[in-house]
């Protein structure tokens, strides 16, 4: 059987339609939108299908009928009435130099213009102005109302994020822009924005206040992404090319692709969503690769996890809010959550009485990606670096040299350039964290849990469990460490432990001082069973 023609890259309905591209059907959603209400917000994270959901959307305003057979448009819909479109792709502002925003912006409005034969002098920066004369010009030239669309309406103002000044003069030039959108009504048939992050309507919309913000929606959960129901449907023989490639049984290979892709919710009673953008590659490559983390590195979000000083270790065990808590406008913020939460880097995991929302890393993508992202800003600002430590200290556990193994851990740790960020015991712990949990392929728990506490850290390879305990400012040394391994039980549950072969696994007790003046690790102590 032939295998499915995935459109990697390719955001364009027209062009996945016409060329026998794979599309999962959201054109019910797109009736449903187009039929209720007539001015929309959607924030779904970057690579999810908001491109690819406004193109959807201009086909079917433009009546572009042939482009739906098949789909649940084509039983939907009945007039197909045809109108003008406007759409606006404001990806391509990025770049806040003024003359170069301008440049752009004028590039937008001005291919646009065209169509409707309006001339304008590029030196002309009233983009609300202009935006108003050429709803004006469509609406009269055909007759009817007047479709608009915004992709990515928040690009510049992330851009802007973390400068105060840069951001008020960005959101002044957006609000010019958005300003006329409320004002037409009369004149528009449907008004749609998406982005990441959600502005303060009061900044960034105070002209346009009547928004529907659909994106905690049970109702629309789905229209971004691919539920679990649509690729367990739809994408068999996808998933058995996968399990044939990997050595993998069908199940397991369903069991893979959802550990490492699926997990987002996206209202509190959303079904499972995967990113779409990282399964389809998976399943027209065969291998389980991070490509939606690949694709770029959350600089951003990193700095806010160390503006509010959060421990990463929390993520692990999530965060509770309340929707305020995380649908929250960015820019207001007070901590990193509403950002984290909207960027797509934690999802709902869970819901508590009293409107409460348990807060998570959505899936083993995201979880391994972002913390690999925090390495530079604890360890060394070469990235090389720190995956050539991170690749050779798991060989050497999984070889079982533990001695050579904490000889390159004290090694890499007295690498590390001496500044005022590093030299707290949060610090390196938090640093220890991130070594143990970037640890693959190999089973790493860190702050794993027995009855009587928590050991630091437990690395469990093909043949043995090793069980860490760190003692860090002369808190304690090694052979406390080891006393306390010992005194809270933390191997008892690993002693039933079994390799491949039906052999139980040699267990490790490892008790680890920290110097404080060298800031590396000091002695450590080794004790196997």
């Known amino acids: 059987m032939a295998l499915k023609k995935f459109p990697i890259g390719v955001q364009d309905f ?118 108003t004369n050429l709803i004006y010009a469509a609406n009269k030239q055909s007759g009817e109302q007047v479709v608009v669309l915004v992709d990515e309406y928040d690009a510049p103002m992330l851009e802007a994020m973390g400068n105060s000044e840069q951001l008020d003069k960005v959101r002044t030039r957006m609000r010019d822009l958005y300003a006329p959108l409320k004002a037409l009504g009369g004149i528009l048939r449907f008004v749609f924005l998406t982005g990441i992050s959600k502005f303060s309507q009061l900044s960034i919309f105070s002209e346009l206040n009547n928004l529907k913000v659909i994106t905690m929606m049970d109702d629309y959960a789905a229209i971004c992404g691919i539920t679990k129901e649509e690729v367990l449907t739809q994408m068999q023989p996808e998933i058995q090319a996968l399990a044939d490639k990997q050595g993998l049984t069908y199940d397991e290979a369903c069991a893979a692709l959802q550990k490492q892709y699926d997990g987002y919710h996206f209202s509190k009673n959303s079904p499972d969503v995967y990113n779409p953008f990282s399964l389809i590659n998976a399943l027209s490559e065969g291998e389980l690769n991070n490509y939606w983390f690949a694709t770029g590195t959350p600089t951003i979000l990193t700095k806010l996890v160390k503006k509010f000083n959060m421990d990463p270790e929390t993520f692990s065990t999530g965060f509770e809010a309340t929707q305020d808590m995380f649908d929250a406008p960015t820019e207001t913020a007070t901590d990193p959550i509403p950002m984290l939460y909207q960027s797509g880097y934690l999802t709902i995991k869970g819901t508590k009485s009293g409107n409460r929302f348990v807060l998570k890393f959505p899936n083993d993508e995201v979880r391994y990606g972002f913390i690999k992202s925090l390495m530079p800003f604890y360890a060394s600002e070469i990235v090389s670096k720190n995956d050539t430590f991170l690749m050779h200290f798991a060989d050497t556990l ?132």
Not at 398 to 425: C, T, V, W
């Open 14 to 131: 027209a062009q996945i339609r016409n060329n026998g591209y794979f599309y999962v059907d959201k054109t019910d959603f797109v009736y449903k939108l187009t039929h209720t209400n007539q001015y929309y917000f959607l924030s779904r994270p970057r690579r999810f299908g908001k491109s690819l959901l406004v193109s959807t959307l201009q086909c079917y305003f433009e009546g572009r009928k042939e482009l739906f057979t098949g789909l649940a448009m084509e039983k939907l819909e009945t007039e197909w009435k045809k109108y003008p479109v406007i759409r606006l792709d404001l990806s391509r502002l990025k770049e806040l130099d003024d003359e170069i925003f301008a440049a752009n912006m004028d590039s937008i409005l001005g291919a646009i213009e065209q169509e409707y034969g309006i001339k304008n002098d590029k030196s002309n920066r009233a983009w609300g102005t202009r935006l």
């Open 398 to 529: 999984e070889d079982g040299d533990l001695e050579d193994a904490l000889m390159q851990l004290r090694a890499f740790l007295s690498s590390i350039p001496y500044n005022a960020e590093h030299k707290d015991e949060n610090h390196y712990k938090t640093l220890f964290f991130l070594i143990f949990k970037l640890c693959t392929p190999y089973v790493v728990r860190t702050e794993e849990c027995s009855a009587a506490g928590r050991a630091d850290a437990v690395v469990e390879t093909s043949g043995a469990v090793y069980v860490f305990e760190f003692k860090l400012n002369g808190n304690g040394t090694a052979e406390d460490a080891l006393k306390q391994i010992d005194d809270k039980g933390y191997l008892i549950p690993y002693t039933v432990t079994t390799a491949a072969d039906g052999t139980p696994k040699k267990l490790f007790k490892i008790g680890v001082s920290f110097d404080e003046e060298k800031r590396t690790i000091g002695e450590w102590k080794i004790v196997e069973g």
